[in-house]
């Protein structure tokens, strides 16, 4: 196990007390929500004015599998994966042969193949009620299917895509493209807006807990917050308040009162989404300032950050493998968990302080963020996992690989 020993966070400016702000004091109904966009005028909507995994060629032996299931359709490294958040029961995966599959977690019984598709599938998606499932690939061709007739029921081509993000409560569907402009439409009816970033890559987006205001990250380092009804800008973090690199990744906190953003300069950063202020700034590069200018190629980038559902610890991984878990209210270190090869992602989850993660070397890793202790491991496949996600009970956890191959794998509980 890596060194445990607390470390004080390098912070910018004066040091902050985080208030997590209740941003939701009347909390609005699901149908609240959903009605913030039947007014919505989805005429064209302005504003102000790859980063990758490489990986070696070298293949890893399989030594055990630990997997319940193997789903084995692609015929190209499978890159996303999502399950349907109504059941858990179906998953849907895209991949490089530009399929994407919807398929049963419990049999891999494929219920209908996305079919159409140009270019590799990056990015796939239930909506929030299951009954619609969208598909995108790497050309910016994005569709959307019914789940129940099987059917393609929309469309729409835009830049190269970067993300997609189903709305919490409505029909409404968010993408990113390599142009810098982020996209919103009713499906199926198709109504558009767009909002228009600094002319940079859109990197990554969340649509935060309100269903009102989204977050973007863009290449040139930025962070802009958007009122998804009025289509402007409301907070725009650039310069020191920004990154010094390209941004990775996001997340919010469960009331949206904040969020944690990643980078390729190393650092993660800690925004209040009300005041649109950094209250917090974690890099574990010692003898360099958080958040200073550095050559990507010698950075040690973020590739993913959460928030814990129970206690107020967030968890931020690197390209170089290492887990950190910092105390949100101290803003220190608590714990470095080591993996031998870059984390691709982390996910907490939801009703403890188990923290799961999938990495380059094939493995998904399940961790007590209160000990930094490795719980259970799981291996199975023969190459790096590029995406995976957990049921609602995290007693699964639905992988996709560069092996061509998804697997569902039954995570075991530790005693509490």
């Not at 159409?116 to 796939?124: E, M, R």
């Not at 895509?161 to 993408?175: I, K, R, T």
């Not at 973090?237 to 990643?262: E, F, I, P, R, Y």
Request: aromatic share 6%; glycine share 10%.
């Amino acid at each position: 196990m890596a060194d445990t020993e607390e470390h004080t966070v390098d912070l910018h400016g004066d040091e902050e007390i985080i208030e997590v702000i209740d941003l939701n004091e009347n909390e609005p109904t699901a149908d609240d929500l959903a009605e913030e966009f039947e007014d919505v005028d989805f005429d064209e909507a302005g504003g102000e004015d790859d980063e990758g995994w490489e990986t070696e060629d070298e293949e890893m032996e399989a030594d055990q599998d630990d997997s319940e299931l193997t789903f084995s359709k692609h015929t190209g490294s499978v890159f996303c994966v999502s399950l349907d958040p109504a059941t858990n029961s179906l998953a849907v995966t895209g991949g490089e042969d530009d399929k994407a599959y919807v398929w049963r977690v419990t049999d891999g019984e494929v219920v209908f193949e996305c079919t159409g598709h140009k270019d590799s599938v990056t990015c796939v998606s239930f909506s929030h009620d299951s009954k619609l499932v969208a598909t995108g690939d790497m050309s910016g061709l994005i569709k959307v299917w019914k789940v129940e007739t099987k059917e393609e029921v929309w469309s729409f081509e835009v830049g190269d895509l970067e993300w997609m993000e189903w709305h919490q409560c409505a029909p409404v569907l968010l993408a990113g493209t390599a142009d810098g402009s982020v996209w919103m439409w009713k499906v199926p009816g198709g109504d558009c807006k767009t909002f228009q970033g600094p002319g940079c890559r859109a990197a990554c987006g969340t649509i935060l807990p309100d269903g009102k205001r989204a977050v973007v990250g863009y290449e040139d380092g930025a962070v802009r917050f958007w009122d998804l009804k009025q289509g402007n800008p409301i907070h725009v973090l650039k310069g020191n308040d920004g990154h010094q690199g390209a941004l990775t990744c996001m997340a919010s906190n469960k009331d949206g009162s904040l969020v944690l953003t990643g980078s390729v300069d190393g650092c993660a950063k800690l925004i209040n989404t009300t005041t649109g202020k950094v209250v917090g700034v974690f890099s574990i590069e010692d003898g360099k300032a958080a958040g200073s200018k550095a050559d990507e190629e010698d950075s040690n980038s973020v590739e993913s950050v959460g928030f814990c559902k129970v206690l107020p610890l967030i968890a931020v991984a690197y390209l170089d493998g290492t887990l950190a878990i910092y105390d949100m209210s101290t803003q220190q270190l608590r714990h470095r968990c080591q993996h031998k090869a870059g984390i691709v992602q982390l996910q907490w989850e939801e009703g403890s302080s188990m923290v799961a993660t999938c990495s380059l070397d094939g493995a998904v890793r399940l961790w007590d963020a209160r000990s930094g202790s490795p719980v259970s491991e799981y291996r199975g496949h023969s190459a790096e996992i590029l995406d995976f996600t957990l049921n609602r009970e995290a007693s699964l956890a639905v992988t996709a690989s560069g092996d061509h191959q998804a697997k569902v794998f039954c995570l075991q509980k530790p005693d509490r």
